[in-house]
């Protein structure tokens, strides 16, 4: 079964303390690109990648990084996270039938 | 530029009304676009793509170019199509998404 996984689910975590999200696909996409889902906003793209190695900036990539050493994982860390980064993360994996998502990560910086 | 545009935020609507979630798009060339679905405290999910001209769950969208345009439509609605719905404009690494609608389905 195709399937995109996040963890974790859930994260609190306080300004500063650095995170990690991981995502990691099953279906041998090139592609994956990191979202953050805020009230009002939709979706805006992180990060993405366009293959092992090969990452570039989305449209708010600001206070993130990523690394793709692995073509099935693509983790999401926030090296000195603050408040304004409390979020809902989805991970997408993208092929040719469209783009599959991860089941989120909701993260609270307090 | 390339963007996506929802202009409702919300849409509530009887059920067994009809139903169309717009969608307007800015692009330079052939865009290639998508309808997702996020019902509540679930992930994304592929609803429509316009390649494919599917109708899923009793849904269709039809790409009009000289509109612009890539409206969600049903002729019945169901209570269980109360979602959130995202109209996706994207290529291979870059998907550019509007910011919703939620769709409220009343009994």
């Known amino acids: 079964e195709a399937q995109v996984t996040q963890n974790p689910r859930y994260l609190i975590t306080v300004t500063g303390k650095k995170l990690t999200v991981t995502c990691s696909q099953n279906?041998?996409?090139?592609?994956m690109s990191w979202y953050r889902q805020d009230p009002g906003l939709g979706l805006r793209q992180i990060y993405y990648?366009?293959?092992?190695?090969?990452?570039d900036k989305g449209d708010v990539p600001e206070g993130y990084k990523v690394s793709r050493k692995e073509k099935r994982n693509f983790p999401l860390i926030l090296e000195s996270p603050s408040p304004n980064q409390t979020s809902l993360y989805f991970c997408?994996?993208?092929?040719?039938?469209?783009?599959?998502f991860g089941q989120g990560t909701r993260l609270t910086v307090v | 530029a390339q963007r996506v545009t929802q202009p409702e935020k919300l849409l509530s609507v009887f059920k067994g009304a009809p139903v169309e979630l717009k969608c307007n798009y800015s692009?330079?060339?052939?865009?290639?676009l998508f309808w997702y679905v996020q019902y509540s405290r679930q992930r994304l999910q592929l609803l429509l793509r316009?390649?494919s001209r599917e109708s899923i769950k009793g849904f269709t969208a039809d790409l009009n170019k000289g509109e612009t345009s890539f409206h969600l439509k049903k002729p019945f609605a169901q209570e269980e199509d109360s979602a959130m719905y995202y109209c996706?404009?994207?290529?291979?690494?870059?998907?550019?998404f509007g910011t919703g609608t939620r769709l409220k389905v009343l009994a």
């Open positions: 316009h390649i």
């Open positions: 279906m041998n996409h090139e592609y």
């Open positions: 997408a994996s993208i092929g040719q039938m469209g783009a599959f």
């Open positions: 692009y330079s060339g052939s865009p290639e």
């Open positions: 990648s366009m293959n092992v190695e090969v990452t």
């Open positions: 996706a404009l994207g290529n291979t690494y870059k998907y550019i």
